[in-house]
Structure formats: structure tokens, C-alpha cells
């Protein structure tokens, strides 16, 4: 279960190496912005080395490689994709031709590598107002892509606004992208909570997210990761219901009843799915009926 993500800067061997000791359920091996130009070649090679000697062994391993319109970024590939990582992420995503560009390249890799063709999943991050406008289509241009990521600092820039914590200003692009990745099937990401003093007020930007459908969200601080955690694992209350909605259901079709009521209120399909995805994530992180 992917809740949270911690970026990590491809030029701190001091954080890489400890990078599945802080609690996040993936971290981003960055060698996009939090890298200077000067350092890109040792940050790759750092990052190459970090994920096949230390492994990462109890968390997803995703590296952000540079934008399509530099020239690192297929270098970033070459040294990457045959040491297996989970997901690249590719910045500044703006459409299904960024996609398709990339599944070409990776299935290039792959091949010469002999790999499985479609192993290496994207998580293309949407950072611009063209790319919220073609999410949609981003999601749905390779089954490679496994989820969206929205990346709240740059769309701000592009938007010409100031980037707040109350966050009005990038609400419709997190509404829009979720919108978007249901669609199309594959889950999706919020944008990092930047001020890293501001405890309280990351565990209500995470808990909004949440509430808009996000998957999990993403952080640049290990402080974050935990609150991160709490608010995108269902509570105990939420656990107790849904396996009462299942209860309810089950009990209901082995006596033939085709109208369910739970506490006075009825029990519909949209209803037991929200339980069913409950009761999925609880026990994926060993929450499950035993557990209570």
C-alpha cells in the first residue's frame, strides 16, 4: 500500500542511505531539481548505486529522471532501468506524446537489457496547466502508467499565482487530476505540504487530500511521513463499519433478502465498495479483522 512518498535528493548519500528507515511506503530518489546541473552525472551514478547495493528492501523505490527537454534525461534511464526500480517518474509531464516518448525508450532498455517488456511502471507528474488539462489523456496513453502525481510548486509558477498553504490556488488542478486518474483507472497523488515546520498544518493539508479521492501524498520531509501515514490509513471506526457493511450484506444474501438496512440506513453497491476498498487497505497493513 502506497501512502506516502519521501523525496530524497540524488546528491545526499547521508539520506539516501537511509532511505527505507523512514517510514514512508515509497521514496523518490530526485535527481530532477534537487540537483544542480554540475552534480547530475555523480547524483546518477550515486542513485544507481544506492538502489542496487542498499536494495530498499520494505519500501517502493521510484526516481524522478529530468524533464524530456533537457539532455540528461535519457542518460537518467540508461543507468537506471536496468537496476529495476518500481516507477519512474518523469517532471513537467504535459501530454500523451511525453508518455509515449518514454514507453519507446524504456521498452528499448528493457529488451537490451533483457527485461520484461512493461516492467518499469511511470508515474508521470503533472506540473503544468497543459498537463491538468490532458491528464486524462496522460493517464490512458500507456498501461506503464500506474498513477498521477501532482506537482503543486511549479503549476503554481505556471498559473502566475503565489503558492499559499491554504492551497486555493492548485484546488481545481487536485480535483481535476483525480477526476482524471479515476477515469482512467490508475491512482494518484497529491503534491508535498513545503513547510516543514508546520506540523499541524500538514496533517490538514494531507487529511484534504484524502478527502478528495487522493491515493496517498507525497512529502520532503520524513516529519511529514507520518501524519501522511495516519490520515491515509483508514481508522478504526472505518473498519468497524465496513466489516459490518460486509457482514450485513452477506448474511442478507444467504437468507435470500434483496434489501439490506444497516443502522437504519440502506445498504446500496456504491456503499459496499467504499467497505470492500476499506477492508482491502486495513488488512494490507495487518488492520484487518484479527487485528482489532
Same mark, same amino acid.
Given at each position: 500500500m502506497?501512502?506516502?512518498m519521501?523525496?530524497?535528493p540524488?546528491s545526499?548519500p =547521508?539520506k539516501?542511505i537511509?532511505g527505507?528507515?523512514?517510514?514512508a511506503?515509497a521514496i523518490?530518489?530526485d535527481?530532477?531539481?534537487?540537483v544542480s546541473p554540475e552534480?547530475k552525472d555523480?547524483a546518477?551514478?550515486?542513485?544507481?548505486?544506492?538502489i542496487?547495493?542498499?536494495g530498499?528492501?520494505g519500501v517502493?523505490v +521510484?526516481?524522478? $529522471?529530468n524533464?524530456?527537454d533537457?539532455p540528461y534525461? !535519457?542518460e537518467?534511464l540508461?543507468?537506471?532501468?536496468?537496476?529495476k526500480?518500481d516507477l519512474?517518474?518523469?517532471p513537467?509531464?504535459?501530454?500523451?506524446k511525453?508518455?509515449?516518448a518514454l514507453d519507446v525508450y524504456?521498452t528499448?532498455?528493457?529488451?537490451a537489457s533483457?527485461m520484461a517488456?512493461?516492467?518499469?511502471?511511470?508515474?508521470p507528474? $503533472?506540473e503544468?496547466?497543459?498537463?491538468v488539462?490532458?491528464?486524462?489523456? $496522460?493517464?490512458?496513453?500507456? !498501461?506503464r502508467v500506474?498513477?498521477l502525481f501532482l506537482?503543486?510548486?511549479d503549476?503554481s509558477a505556471d498559473?502566475q499565482?503565489?503558492r499559499?498553504k491554504?492551497? =486555493?490556488? #492548485?484546488?481545481?488542478?487536485?480535483k481535476r #487530476?483525480?477526476?482524471a486518474?479515476?477515469?482512467?483507472?490508475v491512482e494518484?497523488?497529491d503534491?508535498?505540504?513545503?513547510?516543514v =515546520?508546520?506540523?499541524?498544518?500538514?496533517?490538514?493539508?494531507?487529511?484534504?487530500?484524502?478527502?478528495l479521492g487522493?491515493t496517498?501524498?507525497?512529502?520532503?520531509?520524513?516529519?511529514?511521513?507520518?501524519p $501522511? =501515514?495516519?490520515?491515509f490509513?483508514?481508522?478504526?471506526?472505518? +473498519?468497524s463499519h465496513?466489516?459490518?457493511?460486509v457482514?450485513?450484506i452477506?448474511?442478507?444474501?444467504? !437468507?435470500g433478502?434483496g434489501?439490506?438496512a444497516?443502522?437504519?440506513?440502506?445498504?446500496d453497491?456504491?456503499?459496499v465498495a467504499r467497505?470492500?476498498?476499506?477492508?482491502?487497505?486495513?488488512?494490507?497493513?495487518g488492520?484487518?479483522?484479527?487485528a482489532?
Amino acid at each position: 500500500m502506497r501512502r506516502s512518498m519521501l523525496f530524497l535528493p540524488g546528491s545526499t548519500p =547521508n539520506k539516501i542511505i537511509n532511505g527505507d528507515a523512514m517510514g514512508a511506503d515509497a521514496i523518490i530518489l530526485d535527481l530532477e531539481d534537487a540537483v544542480s546541473p554540475e552534480e547530475k552525472d555523480a547524483a546518477r551514478i550515486l542513485v544507481r548505486n544506492a538502489i542496487r547495493d542498499l536494495g530498499f528492501p520494505g519500501v517502493e523505490v +521510484i526516481v524522478r $529522471i529530468n524533464a524530456l527537454d533537457t539532455p540528461y534525461w !535519457q542518460e537518467d534511464l540508461d543507468e537506471i532501468v536496468p537496476l529495476k526500480p518500481d516507477l519512474i517518474m518523469p517532471p513537467k509531464t504535459a501530454s500523451a506524446k511525453d508518455v509515449r516518448a518514454l514507453d519507446v525508450y524504456l521498452t528499448k532498455l528493457e529488451r537490451a537489457s533483457g527485461m520484461a517488456v512493461g516492467g518499469v511502471g511511470l508515474l508521470p507528474l $503533472i506540473e503544468t496547466a497543459l498537463g491538468v488539462e490532458n491528464a486524462f489523456e $496522460i493517464a490512458s496513453a500507456s !498501461q506503464r502508467v500506474k498513477a498521477l502525481f501532482l506537482g503543486g510548486e511549479d503549476l503554481s509558477a505556471d498559473l502566475q499565482c503565489r503558492r499559499t498553504k491554504e492551497g =486555493n490556488e #492548485i484546488d481545481y488542478a487536485r480535483k481535476r #487530476i483525480v477526476c482524471a486518474a479515476r477515469a482512467a483507472g490508475v491512482e494518484v497523488y497529491d503534491t508535498p505540504f513545503t513547510d516543514v =515546520n508546520d506540523d499541524e498544518g500538514a496533517v490538514r493539508d494531507a487529511e484534504y487530500a484524502r478527502s478528495l479521492g487522493f491515493t496517498g501524498k507525497a512529502s520532503i520531509s520524513p516529519r511529514h511521513v507520518d501524519p $501522511i =501515514n495516519r490520515a491515509f490509513s483508514p481508522s478504526t471506526a472505518e +473498519i468497524s463499519h465496513a466489516y459490518e457493511v460486509v457482514d450485513a450484506i452477506t448474511a442478507a444474501k444467504a !437468507q435470500g433478502r434483496g434489501v439490506v438496512a444497516l443502522h437504519g440506513k440502506m445498504i446500496d453497491a456504491p456503499v459496499v465498495a467504499r467497505a470492500e476498498r476499506v477492508i482491502a487497505a486495513a488488512e494490507a497493513l495487518g488492520l484487518g479483522r484479527e487485528a482489532r
